[in-house]
């Protein structure tokens, strides 16, 4: 299959150009010869020069991943960054790109993602975020407590961390936004949730959730974004055939 209609399929699916003027990322084929022919894809999170050279390592021809190279300033190739690009070039691996689109697909997203893997039910998109809703809530099929939230999703855990137990026990209702918004847990309280699962964690959102109300899982910004990325390639897998493979770069973050 050649690179350019893959991309451009790829492009409709995520409804990619709905979010042009409310995303800085460069959603889309970042890198790469429209008229190679693609065979394996490799997917990861982050555009990063380890990922890059496994991608390579592993022969594939497109790298997927959530966050990419360019967040809408001019970047000189030099440096890291001439590195990065370098490598994807002698590897022949294409990369494209997937940000807010990717949070927020109501499918393979990965806020819908978890809200799947969780059972959630009468869910509804939430989180305004540069004039989209990219996140999810929804309702338990059975109230859970925190630690039960976060086995059921099956993410890997450690220090870093955090649940800010400011609400119930079981938690009946719960938000969604992956990555770096833990500020959206106003919109969470707002709403009256029991729980809210994000990412990365903020000091100043501490208090509010205690006084509020409301628990706050902090998942980690790496865990709670593999799922979308992970639905994509099963997409790509079983509806184009072409090999894939996942790379797990973790950052504990």
Known sequence: MKLG???KELEILLNIEDFRENDVSLNGLQVGDTEAEVKKVAFAVDACLESFEEAAR???DLLFVHHGLFWGSPLAVTGSHYRRIKTLLDGGVGLFACHLPLDAH???GNNAQM???LGLEHTEAF???HGKKIGWAGTLREALTCEQIIEK????????NVIIRGGKEKNSSVGIVSGGAALDVDQAMDLGLDA??????????????MERGINMLC?????????????VMRYVSEHYGLETCFIDIPTTL
């Open 5 to 7: 209609k893959l991309a």
């Open 58 to 60: 592993l022969k594939a």
């Open 106 to 108: 109501p499918l393979l």
């Open 115 to 117: 809200a799947l893997k």
């Open 127 to 129: 989180a305004q975020y």
């Open 153 to 160: 999703l099956g993410i890997r855990t450690d220090a870093h």
């Open 196 to 209: 809210y699962i994000t990412g990365e964690n903020s000091h100043q959102t501490y208090h509010p959730c």
């Open 219 to 231: 998942l980690g910004h790496y865990e709670t974004e593999t799922f979308g990325v992970k639905a």
